[in-house]
C-alpha cells in the first residue's frame, strides 16, 4: 500500500520509468510522462506516449510484471514499486492536465 506521503512524493513530477521482460527473461523499458496513485493507496496509473506504451504493453499482456521507478534529480531521491498489470487505456482529456504538470515539473527539475 502506498501511502499518502509516498503517494505525494511520486506525483510531484519526477523521471519515472517503467521496466518490464518479456518470456525470454529480456528485460524492456520505457521513460513515462507521469503517474497517479489511487485514493486507497493500492493502485496506480502510469501514463506513457504512446509510442512508449507500444513498446512495453507486449510484455505486460504476456506476463502482467512492472517494476516502476521514481526519480528526483535535484537530490536524488528514489524509489521503485513492483506490481502486476491490470490493464491499459488511452488516457482521457481531464488526466492531461496533471500529466502535463507532473511533466513539467520533471523538466523545470532538470
Known amino acids: ?46 501514463y506513457l506516449a504512446e509510442v512508449a506504451a507500444a513498446r512495453v504493453l507486449p510484455d505486460l499482456h504476456g506476463n502482467g510484471q512492472a517494476a516502476i521507478t521514481f526519480g528526483r534529480p535535484i537530490d536524488e531521491r528514489a524509489c521503485q514499486v513492483k506490481g502486476l498489470f491490470v490493464s491499459a487505456r488511452p488516457a482521457t482529456d481531464d488526466e492531461r492536465t496533471f500529466m502535463a504538470a507532473q511533466h513539467d515539473g520533471y523538466l523545470a527539475a532538470l
Open 1 to 46: 500500500m502506498i501511502d499518502a506521503t509516498l503517494a505525494g512524493f511520486l506525483q510531484e513530477g519526477l523521471g519515472i520509468h517503467i521496466g518490464t521482460r518479456n518470456e525470454r527473461l529480456e528485460p524492456n523499458g520505457a521513460w513515462a510522462m507521469a503517474v497517479k496513485v489511487d485514493a486507497d493507496g493500492t493502485h496506480l496509473s502510469v
